[in-house]
């Protein structure tokens, strides 16, 4: 099969980041009925069943795969179940706006985790410097010395699991399912399958169907937070660590935080002001300082 070229990687990176700034709005919204567990059970649902009939169209699996169900099923808790529960579960107790802002702390996770797990990727003074001005703006964010109108610090350590658990996601991929050739529809087929099965058992369904009530909710989880958010986003997600390695796929969420704010503040009217912005302002300082460097040293 011919590789695709540098230019749909670009593409790709760029939708990724469009439509996880998108997601918190729509997590929001589901937060209003259903509990965290519910949000992430239903978004795997409607992720799922249109990647699997892709993949089985697209003839992408097979049964030899299975010699690296361990792999796969490590993948489902570190960028599925944990992620997306640690996530929905933060957004229920923030603004969305601000729940997309620290979700811009994943590089950072991200470059820790490869910086442990992969030899290419050394702390420096430069780089500790991004990961103490990145993590300086999420305490600017969190605020915990306000005494009024300071953020639910359980929402912000919400956020920073999720984000903890997919940055880590990217360097194990990376690691350990890259250079597999196995099709990245398979991949993401075999990840949030097995996620949806860990979380029908785990999932209390007591008040579930009360989501057909909101159209608004429903429409946002089943085409915003599954189709979009869920199957296609991961296909991309495993395209882009492919094509440029962990840590520069991991640099897609530099979109959301951005995007996140924008839709919270200009279609919901979120609060914003400017120790916000200037705390996004710091993340995102942060990763780029991160990731900036004289030489391609991306995990190989």
């Known amino acids: 099969m011919r590789r695709a070229g540098p230019n749909s990687a670009t593409v790709a990176f760029i939708a990724l980041g469009l439509i996880w700034g998108s997601n918190f709005i729509f997590m929001k919204w589901a937060s209003e009925t259903l509990t965290a567990g519910q949000i992430t059970l239903l978004r795997v649902v409607f992720g799922f069943l249109p990647v699997l009939v892709y993949a089985v169209v697209r003839g992408a699996l097979d049964r030899r795969h299975l010699r690296y169900l361990h792999h796969f099923f490590v993948m489902s808790l570190l960028a599925t179940s944990v992620y997306y529960f640690a996530f929905a579960a933060g957004t229920s107790l923030l603004p969305s706006g601000i729940a997309g802002a620290l979700s811009g702390s994943i590089p950072l996770f991200s470059f820790i985790s490869a910086a442990v797990l992969l030899r290419s990727e050394q702390i420096t003074a430069r780089r500790l410097l991004g990961i103490l001005v990145g993590f300086g703006g999420v ?20 956020m920073l699991i999720g984000s903890a658990s ?7 991929a990376r690691k350990f399912l890259s250079s597999r050739d196995i099709p ?30 909101d159209g608004k909710a429903l429409i946002g989880l089943t085409l915003g937070l599954g189709l979009l958010g869920t199957g296609i986003a991961y ?14 796929a991991s640099s897609a969420t530099y979109i959301p935080p951005v995007v996140a704010l924008a839709i919270g503040w200009l279609l919901v009217g979120e609060p ?6 200037a705390a996004v302002a710091l993340i995102l300082i942060g990763v780029m300082v991160l990731r900036s ?4 040293t991306d995990p190989q």
């Open 272 to 277: 914003l002001d400017l120790l916000d912005a």
């Open 166 to 172: 997919v940055g880590l996601s990217f360097v194990y």
């Open 139 to 158: 305490l600017l964010i969190a605020r915990p010395w306000a005494t009024t109108g300071a953020v639910d610090l359980r929402g912000v350590l919400y």
């Open 184 to 213: 990245a529809v398979a991949l993401t087929t075999y990840q949030i399958g097995l996620a949806l099965l860990t979380l029908l058992i785990v999932t209390d369904l007591d008040g579930i169907t009360a989501i057909r009530d």
């Open 235 to 248: 296909i991309l997600y495993y395209f882009i660590v492919d094509r440029l390695g962990a840590v520069t």
């Open 293 to 296: 460097k004289p030489a391609r």
